[in-house]
């Protein structure tokens, strides 16, 4: 309802001081507040872009937030996920977004959805919002949320992050172009790491949540200029900002339903190649891997692929650095071979899939190794609590 019946809405005496600085703007004003009183923001996410726009979009006054999770709160959160505290530890992170925006803002309608967004409940949690943000860090729910926003016409404020490095813009406005034409197609399973894998500066999403909270009032406002049609790329170790032009391809295929959005982005055949490797390759346990240094035997390496950095946070005593790139070039191959020396090898990683991938590459030039299952991830819940866990 972006061109809402503003007779109908009314602020109250605590509501016109509360939104004083909006009002005296020309800009917004008092008919500029009723048209965020009257609007309704679906996001997707209260990790650490839902964070800071839920707390910015209820601020601002936002009459009905609806919110997409569910996770739960964990500690891990807490150095980006600003919206949450160390008391919401192992709670949903919906009821502690709840419970956070109604201190900012009680005139503020929060509607909870604790579900996976799938194909199936899109378009109905979707249909009865004005605009969707998408807060998610994966891409079958990105071009999950695209493709429900184009079916349904609703805008979709776009945002992701990963380590210094942010985007934004806004999908599906005004005859702009929409998700899919900034990527026609998924990249491969395992190509771009997780926030979890290769880490996020915890600032970052702060920058880049206001953003697409500000573009999300702009378009309720009706003013301003919005990110349609520009992708606005930010890097926070240089501090640059710089755009891209984009604009919709006419050869996009025409979006006609919802799919399998997994399967669109081969993990269903990922998961089945990655099936496959563990049934070849073979695995100990962190119990095991503990028994064979406990008994003293020194027929084994005990081979570390992460990266440099990750081995100064935490390591297995006895383990050997030599990081999965080095691997992957080649140079740690012939390393690898002058550590073994006619010993077994045992790799390991932070949770198994990279030291997975470096055994099957020294596998193609003939070593054999066994993979611990659950990394040092593992190690440190079940066996030495003392090793910090990252």
């Given at each position: ?51 800071p ?7 601002a006054?936002i ?18 996920q ?6 919401w ?7 502690s ?12 309608q929060?509607?909870?959805?604790e ?14 919002y ?91 406002l ?10 606005l790329?930010?890097?926070?170790l ?51 891997l ?21 081995y ?35 790799a ?36 030495d ?6």
């Open positions: 309802m972006l061109n809402p019946n503003l007779e109908q809405i009314q602020l109250n005496k605590e509501e016109y001081e509360r939104y004083s600085r909006h009002l005296i703007l020309p800009e917004v004003g008092l008919e500029g507040q009723k048209r965020l009183k009257a609007a309704s923001v679906l996001c997707i996410g209260s990790g650490g872009l839902g964070s726009l839920l707390l910015y979009l209820a601020a006054g009459g009905r937030l609806g919110l997409v999770d569910f996770d739960v709160v964990d500690s891990s959160n807490l150095q980006r600003v919206i949450h505290g160390t008391s530890v192992g709670k949903p992170k919906i009821q977004a709840k419970e956070r925006i109604l201190e900012i803002n009680p005139y503020c929060v509607d909870l959805y579900t996976r967004l799938s194909s199936e409940n899109a378009l109905e949690i979707m249909e009865p004005d605009i969707v943000v998408d807060g998610t860090d994966n891409f079958p729910t990105r071009y999950l949320v695209n493709d429900a926003c184009v079916l349904l016409n609703k805008p979709n404020v776009y945002g992701s992050i990963f380590r210094f490095e942010g985007q934004a813009t806004v999908f599906n406005y005004e005859g702009g172009p929409n998700y899919r034409d900034l990527f026609p197609e998924p990249p491969p399973p395992g190509m771009v790491p997780s926030c979890a894998e290769g880490g996020v500066l915890g600032i970052l999403p702060g920058l880049i949540g206001v953003i697409q909270a500000t573009e999300t009032v702009k378009i309720i009706g003013n301003g200029t919005t990110l349609s049609g520009r992708l790329l930010y890097n926070s240089d501090m640059t900002f710089r755009e891209l032009k984009l604009r919709p391809n006419p050869e996009r295929p025409v979006i006609e339903k919802l799919i399998d959005y997994e399967q669109f982005c081969g993990i269903p055949q990922a998961k089945a190649e990655e099936a496959k490797r563990q049934i070849d390759m073979q695995e100990i346990t962190v119990q095991e503990k028994e064979l240094l406990d008994s003293s035997q020194d027929d084994f390496v005990l081979l570390d692929v992460r990266n440099p950095h990750e100064d946070i935490a390591k297995i005593p006895g383990s050997v650095l030599v990081p999965l790139p080095e691997i992957e070039n080649g140079l740690g191959v012939a390393k690898v071979k002058e550590l073994l020396n006619g010993h077994k090898l045992i390991h990683c932070k949770m198994g899939g990279r030291s997975a991938k470096a055994l099957g590459i020294l596998k193609e030039a003939g070593i054999e190794g066994t993979n611990v299952k659950g990394g040092i991830t593992a190690w440190s819940r079940e066996i609590s003392s090793v910090p866990e990252y």
